[in-house]
């Protein structure tokens, strides 16, 4: 499926020529394992690269609201299934390919549910021991959110 084209919402930033950019990450964690989602071969920025639930910053929503309403939206998580969001250190990721540098917001997520239900952004998902990922074609800085949460014990 196409990704359908952006058009920001009223109060929501248009990222699209901005250099600096800022973006949540997430590791969503269930039991002892992560999730990963293929990204969609059409997207535009990492086609088919394997990331955790990421999403821009780019209204007034705060960080657990966003963390609520992207796992909602890429995997039908409800809030209610999200059991603690954890923030880690803010660090940034250049990316010279898409003249963009990503201001990453790590987030560590605890859900009780292994069940998902992908939308368009994502083309296949997987729940792996984090250890795995390092065999992985993931987004760049993926591995760095995953052990700033000590995950790869």
């Known amino acids: 499926m196409k990704p359908p084209k952006f058009k920001a919402r009223k109060g929501q930033v248009d990222f699209t020529n901005i250099r600096w950019v800022p973006v949540i ?21 990492y086609p088919g690269y394997w990331n955790g639930i990421s999403g821009f910053l780019d209204d007034s929503k ?6 609520c309403e992207e796992l909602q ?7 209610k299934e999200v059991i ?4 880690g ?3 940034d990721q ?9 201001i990453v917001h790590p ?6 549910t292994n069940k998902v239900k992908l939308d368009w952004e994502a083309q296949k998902y997987k729940w792996v021991k984090a250890k795995d990922i390092k065999t992985m074609d993931i ?7 995953v052990e700033s949460f000590n995950l790869f014990k």
């Open 25 to 45: 990450n997430c590791v969503v964690s269930h039991k002892d394992t992560i999730l990963l989602v293929q990204r969609n071969k059409d997207m535009h920025l």
């Open 62 to 67: 705060s960080l657990a609201e966003k963390v």
């Open 73 to 79: 939206e890429e995997i039908g998580l409800d809030k």
């Open 84 to 87: 603690s969001i954890k923030l």
């Open 89 to 91: 250190q803010v660090f």
């Open 94 to 102: 250049d990316e010279p390919k898409y003249k963009k540098t990503w």
């Open 107 to 112: 987030v560590l997520v605890k859900v009780n």
């Open 139 to 145: 987004l760049p800085g993926f591995d760095k959110i």
